[in-house]
């Protein structure tokens, strides 16, 4: 199972409206370098992997992204993303990292240690399947 890991600076910025889960586009992008979650606050000090064979340069972006809150938990959900090896291999990668596209610097908000190294060989697909209780929730 993934370990999810808070960037520092995510609730600062959230906190100064830099983060907007009702309107801006947020991105998964892979890296097999670990990022540091005290002093990493922008997708540019994350070291992503290569682009090509079906990895774009930034990521893939969330769609169908929703913000809801019930009793005082707010859960942010979105459609599955699948990342699809063509025409050669992606990777390796270990960390998915969420950022968010539309703020001016590409703020970053969490990443996903997958535990080890993968990659996708040629027609693979990695499926960032979301789960039913939302990607996390907030209380």
Avoid at 33 to 62: E, F, M
Wanted: aromatic share 10%.
């Amino acid at each position: 199972m993934a370990t999810l890991v808070w960037f520092n600076k995510f609730k600062e910025a959230a906190l100064e409206k830099k983060h907007d889960f009702s309107a801006d586009t947020f991105k998964f992008a892979l890296s097999n370098t670990a990022p540091t979650a005290a002093t990493n606050t922008v997708l540019a000090n994350i070291t992503q992997i290569s682009a090509g064979n079906g990895y774009t340069t930034g990521g893939a972006a969330l769609t169908s992204v929703t913000s809801i809150e019930t009793g005082g938990v707010v859960t942010i959900d979105a459609a599955n993303v699948v990342f699809t090896a063509s025409g050669g291999s992606i990777g390796p990668f270990r960390y998915v990292v969420l950022y968010n596209d539309t703020a001016t610097n590409d703020e970053l908000v969490c990443y996903w240690d997958l535990g080890s190294s993968q990659s996708l060989a040629d027609t693979q697909a990695l499926n960032l399947n979301i789960d039913a209780a939302g990607i996390f929730t907030l209380s």
